[in-house]
């Protein structure tokens, strides 16, 4: 009887010669490409047999880490984006157990459906980075070569860190981040600078914070005046006192006001060189969008919520903005993730990385970003958690080295759990417990009829 060894061998020089033609291949060649297959398993007979959770808390954020288990003994580790439900996760279980998660985008188009913008995207997404886990130790590749290979060997990070309304307080925190090595650095400037000021706000009076904050900003009447943009423009000059302007420095979080205060601010910070200004308003509103860019000399950047390509190619097409921002937890993972940035490299648009959670999830964002050619720097929330590196194994620390991270060469995703710690930081008990309730999760799922 042949060994499962040599049926695989037979069967990838069959599969070679065929698609290359046999001279191509040396012998030595040959025997390196098998050599490296994962003998533990048979990738064609490979199938799902489990999903199963554990979540992470204050990572910062909340954190479910998924894996999905073999009928080989091999698994795959995924992440559900931060602050979402692992329920998202779980109601995929059915549609995934008995698939060939090597197929990873046909897998991927099955589950597609159940994923939306924002946080609900997070269960398809962790899916999928999981399948690519599985699918690159099946094949004992790393996740960026079966992406096309690499364009970078490390990955840009940029990272802000905690707010001050004191602008000497706050310009010393992201001086220490440039110490630390970080080449690109971005900072909240958000209109609560301004609380207290008389003068710098007009808007419905009573209006609370809590309705504010739940209304899309072209519908709070919230507008900044003369002095409130002096204010905030100030502010951000004492920063870039202390930091130099020779660093990129992006803005994010204003606050919920209206299109023309925008504009005014922006044109405000002109004078500040800022790297880009951070959801202004929400992405769906593109007309609304390429008012302010137009408006502006300083780079626009959205999309952290939204999933699947369309929607960034619509606005990249318009150049709505001018950087485009996924979160490949929600943007519909590695290959959508990656499908993003050559889309919109089409149209001149260059691809931010937003990301807020595990090293799991950090390495799923490497390898896309190592293989997508236009993409610009991969967001770092977790630079003062100390337990962060120690939540995996398998790649070297410390993981973001001087403002970079290294691009793993292992298998899969490159990265295991380390056990011990990823049980210290649990928000519920429970690591990876069995999900039979989920086996049977049923509906008539066809989108057409
Ligand atoms: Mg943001």
Redesign the pocket.
């Known amino acids: 009887m042949q060994s499962p060894v040599s049926i695989e061998r037979r069967r990838f020089l069959g599969g070679a010669a065929g698609l290359l033609g046999a001279s191509f291949w040396t012998n030595e060649t040959l025997d390196a490409a098998v050599q490296n297959t994962n003998t533990n398993s048979k990738p064609s007979d490979l199938k799902i047999t489990d999903l199963r959770v554990a979540t992470v808390a204050r990572a910062p954020m909340t954190c479910p880490l998924i894996r999905i288990d073999t009928n080989q003994g091999i698994y795959g580790l995924g992440e559900v984006r931060d602050g979402a439900s692992k329920t998202f996760a779980l109601m995929l279980k059915s549609r995934l157990l008995g698939e060939n998660p090597c197929n990873v985008d046909k897998v991927f188009r099955k589950i597609k459906q159940f994923g939306f913008h924002a946080r609900q995207a997070g269960g398809v997404c962790g899916v999928e980075m999981a399948l690519w886990d599985l699918a690159g130790k099946a094949y004992n590749v790393p996740v960026y070569q079966m992406l096309g290979g690499k364009f970078r060997d490390v990955i840009r990070c940029y990272a802000d860190t905690t707010e001050s309304h004191d602008p000497k307080v706050y310009g010393q925190r992201l001086k220490l981040r440039r110490d630390q090595g970080f080449t690109f650095l971005k900072m909240d400037l958000g209109i609560d600078l301004l609380e207290g000021t008389p003068g710098t706000l007009t808007q419905p009076l009573g209006l609370t914070g809590r309705e504010a904050s739940n209304t899309q900003h072209m519908f709070t009447g919230i507008e900044i005046t003369d002095k409130g943009v002096a204010m905030m423009a100030d502010y951000v000059g004492a920063i870039r006192e202390q930091i130099g302007m020779d660093v990129p420095l992006a803005a994010?979080?204003f606050g919920h006001i209206g299109l023309n205060s925008c504009i005014k601010l922006g044109k405000a910070l002109q004078k500040y060189n800022m790297a880009w200004m951070?959801?202004m308003i929400p992405w769906q509103y593109t007309d609304l969008w390429k008012k302010i860019t137009d408006a502006i000399d300083i780079p626009t950047l959205t999309g952290?919520d939204i999933y699947l390509k369309e929607p960034f190619l619509e606005l990249a097409r318009a150049h709505a903005v001018d950087i485009l921002?996924p979160d490949l937890a929600t943007s519909g993972g590695i290959l959508e993730t990656k499908k993003i940035g050559d889309g919109i490299q089409e149209h001149g648009v260059a691809m931010a990385m937003?990301f807020a959670g595990t090293p799991v999830s950090a390495m799923a964002n490497v390898h896309c970003a190592a293989a997508t050619e236009n993409f610009l720097a991969l967001?770092n929330h977790s630079v003062d958690v100390p337990w962060w590196d120690d939540l995996v194994n398998g790649v070297s620390k410390p993981i973001v080295r001087k403002g970079y991270i290294p691009v793993p060469n292992g298998p899969g995703l490159g990265v295991t759990l380390n056990d011990e710690v990823v049980k210290q930081h649990l928000l519920e008990p429970g690591y990876f417990e069995p999900t039979p309730e989920w086996n049977k999760e049923r509906s008539h799922d066809r989108l057409w009829s």
């Open positions: 994010d979080h951070e959801d952290e921002h937003h967001e």
